[in-house]
């Protein structure tokens, strides 16, 4: 099965990572990530890949620090035309739901991520429902959605536990996740050779 792997920031692309994967570097954010992707995918519409996998770093205030989850599903926690009588989150005139589900694999814990263009820290985590929060899926899930390929998301949770007040509070933990992630890769290569 041909997988395109697709990550936002060479600070998460530690050792174990890179001696398993070459993947697609969107930069920071949804507007990066969307056309990051959407150019990776179009020029690869003559064989599109079978599976995207975006995998990165995280924020959750409720989940395990430096554990690695897979998103159930994905919100866009930056849309917000509930004065014109939407639902928060959900894009005006897209036959869309405010959430919606990931493909997942069996083997790796499950949780529901939320997307924005924020770094989200301390009472910002009181206004969001999602178990953890990223800068990218949402907009990676809607080019693989353009294109008909599913998405599969997995994170490690970099930080939450405590306020974020300089880089360093984010990337303190990513080697630890690099490792975790290098195995949660393993799982789905075995699972999609299969």
Not at 97 to 112: N, Q
Not at 143 to 150: D, E, K, L, M, S
């Amino acid at each position: 099965m041909s997988i395109l792997y697709v990550m936002a920031a060479e600070a998460e692309y530690g050792p174990h990572l890179r001696a398993r994967i070459a993947p697609i570097m969107t930069g920071v954010g949804p507007v990066e990530a969307a056309i990051a992707v959407t150019r990776a995918l179009a020029e690869r519409a003559g064989a599109l890949p079978e599976l995207v996998v975006s995998l990165g770093s995280a924020g959750s205030r409720r989940l395990e620090q430096c554990g690695v989850y897979q998103a159930s599903s994905v919100d866009y926690r930056d849309m917000d035309a509930s004065a014109l009588g939407f639902p928060k989150g959900q894009t005006p005139f897209l036959d869309l739901p405010p959430v919606l589900p990931l493909h997942t694999v069996a083997g790796i814990p499950l949780a529901t991520l939320s997307t924005g263009a924020n770094i989200v820290s301390g009472p910002a985590y009181d206004g969001i429902e999602a178990e953890m929060v990223d800068m990218e899926t949402y907009a990676v899930l809607r080019a693989c959605q353009a294109f008909g390929v599913p998405l599969l998301a997995l994170r490690g949770i970099s930080d939450g536990a405590d306020e974020l007040g300089h880089v360093d509070d984010w990337t303190r933990y990513l080697h630890v996740i690099d490792e975790k992630l290098a195995d949660a890769v393993d799982l789905i290569e075995a699972s999609h050779s299969a």
